[in-house]
């Protein structure tokens, strides 16, 4: 089967960088995703890793190591903004080549 | 923006009656996916779709049944709503698999 294990809860100050971790466990694996969600809103798309190393857009960035079954997600120059909810999700291929797992959610929290 | 929207956007519905939420798409995606979401418990799928009249169960399917005759439309139907079932539902559109992009979402309560 497949399984994603992130933190719960994450409170860091504005300005600050913040790394949030996934590690993943899945039947073969095509890639890691990750998602933003405001309080009251819908996911939305931040990023993607298929294979291993550093992926950055803008402030964010997202790392993958297959070997260890393990990505982070990074934000820099943290803004209020930021404060949501972070999702991991991993698309495996046994059973599951059409579709997404997602973890159960990292709440971000930017206090000023 | 992926054009993608869900009808209704709230609906309180009484245990055992029947409930169709419907997720109609523009972009011409492949993939279709109806999540529902709870607290503590992050997005699980239902249901999904790979193509007009391809569709298999997520990880909480019991209770659950749908339907795609056409390519833009995703019906998510509770045929016997009960409360365990309130929860918000999101619909989701791919052509990828790993990007999704989610519409507004349906709160539904079932009394």
């Known amino acids: 089967g497949q399984s994603l294990e992130q933190p719960s809860e994450v409170t860091a100050v504005e300005g600050a960088i913040v790394q949030i971790n996934c590690t993943y466990q899945?039947?073969?694996?095509?890639?890691l995703s990750w998602y933003q969600q405001h309080d009251g809103g819908a996911p939305t798309f931040l990023s993607y890793?298929?294979?291993?190393g550093l992926e950055e857009t803008g402030r964010f960035s997202s790392f993958l190591s297959r070997s260890d079954s393990y990505g982070y997600l990074l934000l820099q120059e943290l803004q209020m903004k930021d404060s949501a909810s972070y999702f991991c999700?991993?698309?495996?291929?046994?059973?599951?080549?059409?579709?997404?797992?997602f973890g159960s959610g990292t709440r971000l929290l930017v206090r000023p | 923006d992926a054009g993608i929207t869900q009808s209704p956007r709230h609906k309180v519905t009484e245990t055992g009656t029947p409930v169709t939420l419907r997720c109609h798409q523009t972009?011409?995606?492949?993939?279709m996916y109806w999540y529902r979401q709870d607290p503590g418990h992050g997005l699980r799928l239902i249901h999904y779709?790979?193509?007009?009249?391809?569709?298999d169960k997520g990880e909480v399917s019991d209770g659950y049944s749908v339907s795609r005759s056409k390519t833009e439309d995703f019906l998510l139907t509770l045929e016997s709503a009960t409360s365990s079932q309130t929860s918000v539902y999101f619909c989701?559109?791919?052509?990828?698999?790993?990007?999704?992009?989610f519409g507004p979402g349906t709160r539904l309560t079932v009394l």
């Open positions: 999700a991993v698309r495996g291929v046994v059973d599951s080549s059409y579709k997404l797992i």
């Open positions: 779709s790979y193509g007009v009249k391809d569709t």
């Open positions: 989701a559109i791919s052509d990828s698999i790993h990007e999704q992009f």
């Open positions: 972009e011409n995606h492949r993939y």
């Open positions: 899945t039947s073969g694996f095509y890639g």
């Open positions: 890793n298929a294979l291993d």
